[in-house]
């Protein structure tokens, strides 16, 4: 999703900040998206986060879209698990959003947060227990993010996928009784491919979205409303 919004948006002609742990994806980012700068950094270090992001900008959009998904058991959960979710999903979307918010307030720039979140959020799914309640936390974060931003023109929302057919999702879900079990519940029918995503994440950023802020926007084939 991530490299998908990367180049929805270098395409669009926006100056793009790249960032993931894997210095390899990041070299053949840079191939497919001549201009963007890369920054390879583990976002669960807040140090190195901090080192690495502090002085980038200025920014005036930012999309929250890396996570972990580490499934167990409610029974099997780990301090590990647990520790490891929670730093990615959640906490680092805290820093990262505390540095660009905090520089669009300096500039007195107004500007758009996009938070990838899930429809694990508002469901409770199998051996998700961790997963579901990082989700949880985010579209609430999101919507305290939009109280308290909305003054200085900041808006912050919410994109909440279904299963995404990236490398995580196939991984996640390829075992076609599993798969059975979730499509049942989607009305449409069918997993969500990255254009889905990129495309509400695009809207998002965007002035057409000027009025909508702390809201949580499903992109799941119908699956809250089951």
């Known amino acids: 999703i991530g490299r998908g919004t990367v180049q929805a948006l270098h395409a669009a002609g926006a100056?793009?900040?790249?960032?993931?742990?894997?210095?390899?994806?990041?070299?053949?980012?840079?191939?497919?998206?001549?201009?963007?700068?890369?920054?390879?950094?583990?976002?669960?270090?807040?140090?190195?986060?901090?080192?690495?992001?502090?002085?980038?900008?200025?920014?005036?959009l930012l999309v929250n879209n890396a996570a972990v998904a580490l499934l167990q058991p409610f029974l099997e959960v780990t301090k590990e698990g647990f520790d490891r979710s929670f730093e990615v999903n959640l906490r680092a979307v805290i820093q990262v959003s505390q540095i660009v918010a905090r520089g669009l307030i300096a500039r007195g720039a107004p500007g758009a947060i996009v938070n990838i979140s899930s429809q694990?959020?508002?469901?409770?799914?199998?051996?998700?227990?961790?997963?579901?309640?990082?989700?949880?936390?985010?579209?609430?974060?999101?919507?305290?993010?939009?109280?308290?931003?909305?003054?200085?023109?900041?808006r912050v929302n919410a994109v909440n996928p279904?299963?995404?057919?990236?490398?995580?999702?196939?991984?996640?879900?390829?075992?076609?009784?599993?798969?059975?079990?979730?499509?049942?519940?989607?009305?449409?029918?069918?997993?969500?491919?990255?254009?889905?995503?990129?495309?509400?994440?695009?809207?998002?950023?965007?002035?057409?979205?000027?009025?909508t802020t702390g809201s949580t926007v499903p992109v799941d084939g119908g699956f809250w409303a089951t």
Not at 24 to 48: F, H, K, Q, Y
Not at 123 to 136: D, E, L, P
Not at 172 to 177: A, E, I, L, T, V
């Open 120 to 154: 694990a959020s508002q469901r409770a799914i199998a051996n998700h227990s961790v997963y579901c309640s990082t989700k949880g936390a985010l579209d609430m974060l999101t919507k305290a993010m939009a109280l308290e931003l909305g003054p200085y023109k900041i």
């Open 15 to 60: 100056r793009v900040v790249a960032v993931s742990r894997t210095q390899a994806d990041l070299d053949s980012l840079v191939r497919e998206c001549p201009g963007i700068d890369p920054v390879c950094v583990d976002l669960s270090d807040w140090e190195a986060t901090e080192r690495a992001l502090g002085s980038v900008g200025p920014v005036d």
């Open 162 to 211: 279904t299963v995404v057919m990236t490398s995580m999702g196939q991984a996640n879900w390829r075992d076609p009784h599993k798969a059975k079990t979730m499509l049942d519940r989607i009305p449409l029918g069918k997993f969500a491919e990255v254009a889905h995503v990129v495309d509400a994440i695009l809207f998002l950023l965007s002035d057409r979205s000027g009025m």
